[in-house]
C-alpha cells in the first residue's frame, strides 16, 4: 500500500508525462470519485489519487481540520513523490483546497480544475450550509447522508444505478464521525478565504458545474471564474452535485482540451 506520511495515494499513467493531481470531496474517497475520470487521463498524464487527511485510507493528522492544512497535504505529497509542478484537479470541497494551494504555493501549480465547487453563497445558503455542518457534528454523516444523496444524485439514476449510489453512500458512512463532522466544517467555512482571493490567483483555469448542482450552483462558478483573469467556465445541462460520476464522460473531455491547453 503506497503511503506518504500518512497520505494514502495511488499513482498511475505513463512515468515522465505532466503530473494531475486529482482531490476528491467531502467524505469520499480517491477510488469512488476518480474510478472513471482517473483512468481516461492516465492515457496521457501521470495521474496522482488519494485521499484526504481522515478519509479513506489516510491518517488523521494532530491539529485542526483547516483549509490550509488540506492544502499542505497536497504539498507534501507532491514533495515525497518528487512533484515539482502539477495540474490539480479538486471536485467540491477538493476544488477549494486546490485554489488554496494556488494561492499559497503558486509555483507548484501549472492550472487548476474547480469542479462543483463552492463559493460564495449568500446568507440563506450559508445558514443552511451551517446547520448541516451543526447536523453532522451532533450525528455523524449518518445525520445528513439521505437529503444528501438527494442534492447530489439525479432521480432517474439513483433509480438506475442502485449499486453506484450504494458505494458512495457506504463512503461517506466510513467516516469517522469527529473527522467528517471537522471538516464538514471547513467546506461550510472555508469558502470565505477564497472569495475575491489575496493574493489572486493567477494560474489558467477550468471551472465547470451542473446546472442544477444546488450547493456549488452555476452562479457560485460563474463568480469564481470571474475572479480568475482568463479562466473558462462550463455549466453542464441537467446536471446535479455528483454528475462525475453519473456521466463522466462530460467532465473527460473538456478536462482533457484544458489539459492539454497548459503550458509547460
Request: aromatic share 6%.
Amino acid at each position: 500500500m503506497p503511503w506518504a506520511g500518512g497520505t494514502y495515494y495511488e499513482v498511475s499513467g505513463p512515468e515522465g508525462a505532466p503530473a494531475v493531481v486529482l482531490i476528491h470531496g467531502l467524505g469520499l474517497t480517491a477510488a469512488v470519485t476518480w474510478e472513471a475520470i482517473g483512468a481516461a487521463l492516465a492515457r496521457e498524464y501521470r495521474v496522482i489519487r488519494y485521499d484526504l487527511n481522515g478519509h479513506g485510507q489516510s491518517a488523521t493528522p494532530p491539529g485542526d481540520a483547516s483549509l490550509t492544512a488540506l492544502s499542505e497535504q497536497v504539498i507534501a505529497l507532491m514533495d515525497a513523490l518528487g512533484v515539482a509542478r502539477a495540474a490539480l484537479v479538486g471536485f467540491s470541497l477538493g476544488g477549494m483546497i486546490n485554489r488554496r494551494v494556488a494561492m499559497d504555493h503558486p509555483d507548484r501549480v501549472r492550472g487548476l480544475g474547480i469542479l462543483n465547487s463552492p463559493h460564495e453563497r449568500g446568507e440563506e445558503l450559508q445558514a443552511r450550509v451551517e446547520a448541516q455542518a451543526q447536523a453532522a457534528g451532533e450525528g455523524g454523516p449518518f445525520a445528513t447522508i439521505d437529503a444528501a444523496l438527494e442534492r447530489w444524485f439525479r432521480p432517474e439514476f439513483r433509480a438506475a444505478q442502485p449499486e453506484s449510489v450504494a458505494r458512495v453512500r457506504a463512503a461517506v458512512l466510513a467516516n469517522d464521525p469527529g473527522d467528517y463532522a471537522a471538516h464538514r466544517w471547513v467546506l461550510a467555512h472555508g469558502v470565505r478565504e477564497l472569495i475575491r482571493p489575496v493574493p489572486p490567483i493567477i494560474c489558467p483555469a477550468l471551472v465547470m458545474t451542473g446546472e442544477e448542482d444546488s450547493g456549488s450552483t452555476p452562479a457560485m462558478s460563474r463568480a469564481i471564474a470571474a475572479e480568475i483573469e482568463g479562466s473558462d467556465c462550463q455549466i453542464l445541462p441537467g446536471q446535479k452535485h455528483l454528475g462525475l460520476i453519473e456521466d463522466p464522460e462530460s467532465f473527460i473531455g473538456p478536462l482533457r482540451g484544458f489539459l492539454g491547453r497548459l503550458p509547460d
